[in-house]
Every structure is written in structure tokens, then in C-alpha cells.
């Protein structure tokens, strides 16, 4: 029947349409909305077709308006069901790329297990509230959170400095003791914490796992992601336009201030770490992009003072990062990573070569 063969051909350009959309980085969110549409469209013909579309009208007048329904707009509803759920799973607003989501879709089940897995874990802590953190802790480390609570009132005079004073909404804090959780949750490689952008939640190793000093130092870093969030949000950038360098770079300026790590490293172009996945591959392959991210920001710092980061980030509102980069630096990126790289090279830092 030419009405089943134009049914195929159909779904089959609407199929091509949604991946390409996808491989163009527009988000899930605005492929709901494009698939809702051609839903509606579909329902309209369905429901207001006449005999003048013979075919429709006569497939309609055999089986009934229901039967045509479900048969016509089935394709559409199970592409609207899968896609928000893919964005439900993988975020629409995380900071990665929509190539690099789809990389990630067929790990979607591994991700439902990981959300249970937290969940199972977190029924089990301790809970308290300090300001606009909830504190979900093991009881074990009831005796550390005077620690964790001042680590906390430092990481927000940090931020004070860097972003600015900001309406602070709440964030979750989830102490591990367990490494092997932690690991199954992080999904990612020799991490002692992380923030979740989705979920607005703060994740640490607690200091059983590392020294005192190295959980302040975690707690200032992941914090400074968390208000870097508050504050793109605020002024309507996308966290995945700012490149993860700069993020990376930011948390951990935050968090060393100016006493770092000095000694000397190979470094790379820094648009070859733009996205995540960009930055922690260059981490598997015996590189260390959070030093040579911190030690860009310093630099920076040092040359135009700590207010430049801030400045980046709300040039952002007009621009994108390299634009805006160069607006407030006068610098193009390159020219300052050749500048960067010349400072770094052993001679220049007090090693010999």
C-alpha cells in the first residue's frame, strides 16, 4: 500500500533529521521541541483529513481515527519518549558537547545503575544543614565536619574574590568513605572529588581516604565549580561554552592560590582541551592538563590581576570564549599561549634543562 511505503519513507527522513540534528550540537531539549511539532502535525492530518486525501481518508474509513493515530504517530512518540529520556539521563545542560552525549548513549544503563547505586548509598548517611549546604556524611566522619564546615567557609571567600558576591542556592555535599563507591559514581580515573552540574551536588573522598589538607584543597576546588555554575547561569552562558581548561584551570587556582605545583611540564594547545572528554583523555595519556590549566590561570592573574576571570565570564554574555578572551586581555589566545609557553620553559622557571 503506497500509504505504508510513504509511512517508511517518512519516519525514515524524520530519523535522519534527529541524528543530524544531534551531530550539529543543538541540544536535546530544542529536539523535543521539534519532534512535539511534527507530533501536532501529524495529529492535525489524522484528525482533519478529507476526502480529498484519498489515501489518508480511506485508510481512516477502514480502520477508525484511533488505529490511524497510533499507526501514524507511533515513530514520532517513541522518538519523543527516547529523546527526552536521553537528555533526562545524559543533561542537556552539561558541559559536554552533543557529539560526545551521543558517544555516551549506549553507557546509558550503566548510568541508571550508577544513580541507584548513589541513591542506595546516600539513604545510609547522616544528615545537616550549614548555611545553604546539606552535608549527607558517614557517621564515621561526625568528628571531621567542624573541619569540612571551615574548609567550606574559606571555599566561599575564595569565590567572593573570583566571581563576586552571588544569591547562593542550595548544594549537596556527599562525603565517602568508600573508595570503590566512590569510583562506581565518579566514573572517572584517580579523581578524589567532583561536581555535578545536574544534580547541583558536591562529591569528596573523606579525608580517611586523603590528608586533611588535600580535602580543603578538593573542597575549594569543586565548590568554585559549583559557583562558576551559579554565576553562568546568572548570566545566561552555557557551561560548555567555556572551554574545560578554563574551568579546570579557575577551580584549581581557587584552590592552590599561588603556592601550586612549580615544577616544569610538557604542554599542549589549549583548544585541544576545550570539552571534557577532550580534557580527561589527555589525563590517560601520562599528561597533566589540570597543571598546565592552573598554571595558565595564574599567569593570567598575575598579568591582568584576578578580576580577569571574572571580566572573561561576563564578556561571555556577547561573545564567545575566545572573543571574549581577546576583548579583555587584548590578547589572542595563541598569543598568549606562545607568551605562556615561553614562561614555562625551564630556563624561565629556575630549572635547568
Given at each position: ?285 601520562n599528561y597533566d592538563p589540570y597543571l598546565q590549566s592552573y598554571k595558565a590561570i595564574k599567569q593570567l592573574a598575575d598579568m591582568e590581576g584576578k578580576e580577569v576571570i571574572l571580566k572573561i565570564l561576563i564578556q561571555m554574555k556577547e561573545d564567545n570564549f575566545y572573543e571574549a578572551f581577546h576583548k579583555v586581555t587584548g590578547m589572542k589566545i595563541n598569543t598568549y599561549q606562545e607568551v605562556f609557553l615561553e614562561s614555562e620553559k625551564p630556563e624561565n622557571i629556575g630549572f635547568e634543562s
Amino acid at each position: 500500500m503506497r500509504y505504508i511505503q510513504s509511512l517508511v519513507k517518512s519516519f525514515s527522513l524524520i530519523s535522519l533529521m534527529f541524528l543530524m540534528l544531534l551531530l550539529m550540537g543543538i541540544q536535546s531539549v530544542y529536539i523535543s521541541t521539534a519532534l512535539i511539532f511534527m507530533l501536532g502535525i501529524w495529529i492535525f492530518i489524522v484528525f482533519e483529513s478529507d476526502k480529498h486525501m484519498n489515501e489518508w481518508y480511506l485508510f481512516k474509513k477502514k480502520y477508525g481515527k484511533p488505529f490511524l493515530f497510533v499507526v501514524s504517530g507511533f515513530p514520532l512518540i517513541c522518538m519523543l519518549i527516547l529523546t527526552l529520556f536521553f537528555n533526562s539521563i545524559i543533561g542537556a545542560e552539561s558541559n559536554l558537547t552533543a557529539k560526545e552525549k551521543v558517544a555516551l548513549s549506549p553507557n546509558i544503563i550503566d548510568q541508571i545503575k550508577r544513580n541507584q547505586l548513589e541513591e542506595e548509598y546516600q539513604s545510609q548517611l547522616n544528615e545537616k544543614d550549614f548555611e545553604h549546604i546539606r552535608f549527607l556524611y558517614p557517621e564515621a566522619d561526625e568528628k571531621s565536619m567542624a573541619m569540612v564546615q571551615n574548609s567550606f567557609r574559606e571555599a566561599d571567600r575564595i569565590a567572593d574574590m573570583l566571581f563576586g558576591k552571588q544569591e547562593k542556592p542550595e548544594v549537596d555535599v556527599i562525603l565517602y568513605d568508600d573508595k570503590n563507591t566512590f569510583e562506581k559514581i565518579s566514573t572517572l580515573e584517580s579523581v578524589v572529588g567532583f561536581y555535578s552540574e545536574e544534580e547541583k551536588s558536591i562529591h569528596l573522598l573523606s579525608n580517611k581516604e586523603m590528608t586533611k589538607w588535600e580535602l580543603k584543597s578538593t573542597i575549594i576546588h569543586e565548590y568554585n565549580h559549583f559557583r562558576m555554575d551559579i554565576l553562568l547561569t546568572e548570566l545566561g552562558v552555557d557551561s560548555s561554552n567555556v572551554p574545560q581548561w578554563f574551568q579546570e584551570g579557575v577551580a584549581e587556582y581557587a584552590g592552590y592560590g599561588d603556592n601550586g605545583p612549580t615544577q616544569a611540564f610538557e604542554t599542549v594547545d589549549f583548544q585541544e582541551l576545550d570539552t571534557n572528554q577532550q580534557f580527561h583523555q589527555a589525563r590517560k595519556q601520562n599528561y597533566d592538563p589540570y597543571l598546565q590549566s592552573y598554571k595558565a590561570i595564574k599567569q593570567l592573574a598575575d598579568m591582568e590581576g584576578k578580576e580577569v576571570i571574572l571580566k572573561i565570564l561576563i564578556q561571555m554574555k556577547e561573545d564567545n570564549f575566545y572573543e571574549a578572551f581577546h576583548k579583555v586581555t587584548g590578547m589572542k589566545i595563541n598569543t598568549y599561549q606562545e607568551v605562556f609557553l615561553e614562561s614555562e620553559k625551564p630556563e624561565n622557571i629556575g630549572f635547568e634543562s
